[in-house]
């Protein structure tokens, strides 16, 4: 738990940001009713999960948007360090993600991919360096990889998930469909864009 | 509005069954109260959310899992029909989805890819076919395709949605780092590889 914020209020606080950043290129300010609206939490439990970033960040009408989210991002994310990943499985979308132009700005420095075919990791370019799954607990220790991106066939993801987590990974986003639960040890976000359509698609 | 669920508690629902998919794996029910400590909200909505399903899905040992998830699939999940999709932007990401299995068994179908780039649709290999981007409307109306997965360049993406929207689909899912913003005329869901690393990355 970080310093005076709970765990549940944590993870609310974190999925504000995704909220506040669909508002802002629209408003300046957000009250606490919208935001009650749009997550269906409490405006009680809203307020104070706000209060215990302690900022001033409220007036009359509403929330500075743009304040909050820093203060939010500023408190709970880990800024100015470099955060070390891996890319594990390098099929279609593993090896398109080799190429992903988004890492650069945003603090997450990939510094290893892995595959079981040696064919894969001889033929594709990349800026980092690719190896055999069989060194994945070699590399992901000796160069301290904090979080892993699994890209691997669906068949073996929750194998493949269990090693991360048994050499040191702390968290993993998940791109196979395959439902992985490591407990509390290793945080995991789901990618899929199967359940996103799916949401764009619901009767609502 | 779907029939008696307001869009506030159908959004909650459609988030409730991320949730219950992650507990499935090891629990067989869950009460409102471990809802509550995971999502926030509290154990009125969620039980009055629960109970607009008109489901007897709970026991004394909460909510069954599967029979919930199921209900809220029923309810709100557009099943049985075939929901076309597109892919607008066919680069390194946009070409991964060309292959992705997982539409197989999903109730989707890509009917069309568009790139701006003719060099890429002749060459890229697919099931279905591939136009230049001048063609988007066009064929969008003709194939009657509802969704739309999103992967042209960031500078892009905006004006490629605004298309999107004038031409009648009614949901994207975005790949790119911009913020889509179409009021409420279509609805977006973002998917993002970095925020999905800052979310286990952050300090709970």
């Given at each position: 738990?970080i310093?005076?914020i709970s765990?549940?209020a944590?993870?609310r ?8 950043e669909q508002l802002?290129?629209?408003n300046a300010?957000v ?7 749009k ?5 009680d439990?809203?307020?104070r ?13 509403g929330y500075?948007?743009k304040?909050?989210?820093?203060a939010?991002?500023?408190?709970l ?9 891996c890319?594990?499985?390098l099929?279609?979308?593993?090896a398109a993600l080799i190429n ?16 079981s ?6 033929v594709?370019?990349?800026t980092f360096?690719?190896?055999?799954m ?7 220790q000796r ?6 991106i ?6 073996d993801?929750?194998?493949?998930a269990?090693r ?6 702390k968290?993993i986003?998940?791109f ?11 945080r995991?976000?789901?990618?899929s864009v199967i359940?996103?359509l799916q ?6």
């Open positions: 738990m310093q005076g765990k549940p944590s993870l606080l974190i999925k504000l940001v995704d909220l506040l802002e290129s629209e300010t009250t606490s009713s919208v935001i009650e609206h997550t269906g939490w409490s405006r439990t809203i307020r999960d706000i209060s215990l970033l302690g900022v001033q960040c409220g007036s009359s009408s500075n948007i304040v909050l989210k820093d939010i991002k500023s408190r994310f880990i800024e100015n360090t470099e955060k070390k990943c890319i594990v499985g099929g279609t979308l593993g992903f132009e988004g890492f650069s700005s945003s603090g997450f420095v990939i510094k290893a991919g892995f595959d075919s040696m064919n894969r990791t001889e594709l370019q990349s360096p690719l190896y055999p069989s060194m994945l607990e070699k590399i992901i160069e301290q990889i904090d979080y892993a699994l890209a691997v066939p669906e068949n993801a929750i194998k493949t269990k991360l987590s048994d050499c040191g990974v968290g986003v998940n196979t469909n395959a439902l992985i639960n490591l407990k509390d040890k290793v995991v976000e789901n990618i359940d996103a949401k764009v698609s619901a009767k609502i």
